[in-house]
C-alpha cells in the first residue's frame, strides 16, 4: 500500500478493479476523504486506456453535477500512472445493499428515480454512460442526509458521436440489445435500458430474463410499476421511455403513490371517526380512557375498539379519527386492523412538512418485516427501545417539524413534531394494547 499519492495520505484500499485500483486517502490541506483512483501499472502505459481515464475525468468535471461523483483532482505518480481524486462514498454501493436481495418497492423506486435524475444530468453534458450497474451507483453523506451518486464513466462516449460506435461495450444483464451488435448505434435510450434493468433488479433480487414483468418474480409490485420496468426494457428502443428525465418522472410518481396511498390508509379508513373540539369531549366519543398513568396536560386516545390506547399533550387531541387501518399501507397483508390517529388539526397533520404535530398508532402482526415510510427530505437516525426500534427523522425540508417511525410490541406508531421538544419516548411510554 503506498504512503502517499501526491499530496493525499493512503488509509486502505476501497476496491480494485481490472483497470485501476482505489485508495481512501485524506486531503491532509482540506481536512477531508476522498477516494483516489489510479490507473493499474500495466494500463498506464496503453495510450487508448490512458486517454479513456483521462476523458473520464474530463466529463465528470464539465458535468459537475451532485448526481455523480465528482472529480477534485488529477495527477501522475512518479512510475507514471495517472490518478483521479473523487469524491469519497462513505455509504458503499448499490451492489452491496442487494446482497440481502430485494429492496423495499418504495425504496426501490425512489433510488431508480435518483439514477436517472443522474443519467438525465450526464445526458445534458452531452455524455453517454454505456455501463450502468450496481457497483457503479454510490451512495455517500452530505450534510448529514444520503446522496446517490453514478460513478465509473471509464465506458463513457460523447453522445454526438454515438451513431458511430464499432466496439461492443458494457455489462451483460444491463445492455440495451444495440449495444451487442457493433455499429448498432446508441443513443440516450441505451442508457434508459439499463436502468430499467437496474430497477428490475432492485425489485426481485434478478436481473431481466425475458419479457416477464417483476411482478412475476415477486408478489406485490403494483402494475403502474410493471409498466414502467418493462417499457424502459424494450427490446425496441422506439417503445422505451424518451429519455432518462421521463423515466425519472414516472418512477417519482410511482414512488409517491404508496405514500397518497398511506395518507389515505394510514391515517385512518373508514368515515366513522370522532371530530373532537376540546379534550373534555374525548369520553362522549368512546374515544377517551381513565387518566390513570397520564401525565398531568396529557390526554389518553383509544381506537374505536379500544385495542389500542395512547397518551398525548392535551394540546394535540383536538381532532380524532380512530376507526382503524390498512397494514398494506406499510408493505403487509392488507386488512382492517385497529388504528387511530389524533392531532390539533388532522388535516393538516397528514401534510408531510407542514403542519402541526400528532400521532398515528396501528396494530398488525408481521411489524418487523414492514417497509416504515421514508421521509426524503429530513436526515434519519436510528436506536433500538425495550421491544422496537425507533427511526428518528430531523431537520426536515428546512423546517421544525420531525417524524418518529416506531415499532414496537405489535404497534407502530408514527409522532410528528414540530420545535425542538422531542415526546418520542414519553409516547411510546405511555402507549397501551
Not at 504512503?3 to 493525499?8: E, H, M, P
Not at 486517454?51 to 465528482?70: G, H, K
Not at 425519472?248 to 370522532?274: F, I, K, S, V, Y
Not at 400521532?359 to 436526515?379: I, K, N, Q, Y
Amino acid at each position: 500500500m503506498p504512503a502517499r499519492i501526491g499530496r493525499y495520505r493512503v488509509e486502505r484500499r476501497l476496491g480494485a478493479g481490472a483497470f485501476a485500483t482505489v485508495w481512501l486517502a485524506e486531503d491532509e490541506t482540506l481536512e477531508s476523504w476522498v477516494a483516489v483512483k489510479v490507473l493499474a501499472d500495466n494500463w498506464a502505459h496503453q495510450a487508448d486506456v490512458r486517454a479513456r481515464f483521462e476523458q473520464e475525468a474530463q466529463v465528470l468535471r464539465r458535468a459537475d453535477s451532485e448526481r455523480l461523483v465528482r472529480i477534485h483532482d488529477y495527477g501522475e505518480l512518479p512510475d507514471g500512472r495517472p490518478y483521479q481524486v473523487m469524491t469519497y462514498a462513505d455509504g458503499g454501493t448499490l451492489a452491496e445493499r442487494l446482497g440481502p436481495g430485494p429492496l423495499p418497492v418504495r425504496s426501490a423506486l425512489r433510488i431508480a428515480a435518483d439514477i436517472a435524475r443522474a443519467t438525465a444530468d450526464l445526458h445534458a453534458a452531452g455524455v453517454l454512460h454505456r455501463d450502468l450497474k450496481p457497483s457503479n451507483v454510490l451512495f455517500g453523506t452530505v450534510r448529514g442526509a444520503e446522496r446517490l451518486m453514478v460513478a465509473d464513466l471509464g465506458l463513457a462516449k460523447a453522445i454526438a458521436y454515438a451513431s458511430g460506435f464499432t466496439v461492443v461495450a458494457g455489462t451483460p444483464g444491463y445492455m440495451a440489445p444495440e449495444q451487442t451488435r457493433p455499429g448498432g448505434g446508441l443513443d440516450v435510450r441505451a442508457d434508459v435500458h439499463a436502468i430499467g434493468a437496474l430497477t428490475y433488479q432492485m425489485l426481485t433480487a434478478t436481473t431481466p430474463h425475458g419479457a416477464a414483468p417483476p411482478s412475476k418474480r415477486r408478489a406485490g409490485i403494483p402494475p403502474t410499476v410493471d409498466r414502467i420496468v418493462v417499457r424502459a426494457l424494450a427490446a425496441d428502443r422506439d417503445r422505451r421511455w424518451p429519455t432518462a428525465a421521463a423515466l425519472a418522472d414516472a418512477l417519482d410518481e410511482a414512488a409517491a403513490a404508496p405514500a397518497r396511498r398511506r395518507n389515505r390508509m394510514l391515517h385512518l379508513t373508514g368515515r366513522t371517526a370522532g371530530l373532537l373540539v376540546a379534550a373534555a369531549g374525548l369520553a362522549a366519543l368512546g374515544g377517551a380512557l381513565p387518566a390513570s398513568g397520564t401525565p398531568a396536560g396529557w390526554v389518553r386516545v383509544a381506537d374505536s375498539t379500544r385495542t389500542i390506547s395512547v397518551a398525548v399533550p392535551a394540546g394535540w387531541a383536538v381532532q380524532a379519527r380512530q376507526s382503524g387501518w390498512d397494514p398494506a399501507a406499510v408493505g403487509l397483508p392488507a386488512g382492517q386492523r385497529p388504528g387511530l390517529a389524533v392531532a390539533a388539526d388532522l388535516s393538516s397533520w397528514e401534510a408531510e412538512y407542514a403542519g402541526g404535530p400528532g400521532v398515528f398508532a396501528g396494530a398488525a402482526p408481521g411489524l418487523d418485516g414492514a417497509t416504515l415510510p421514508a421521509h426524503e427530505r429530513c436526515s434519519r437516525s436510528d436506536r433500538a427501545i425495550p421491544g422496537g426500534r425507533v427511526s428518528r427523522w430531523t431537520g426536515c425540508a428546512g423546517t421544525p417539524i420531525s417524524y418518529s417511525e416506531v415499532v414496537v410490541g405489535g404497534i407502530y406508531l408514527q409522532v410528528k413534531q414540530v420545535g425542538d421538544a422531542d415526546l418520542t419516548d414519553q409516547i411510546v411510554r405511555g402507549l397501551h394494547s
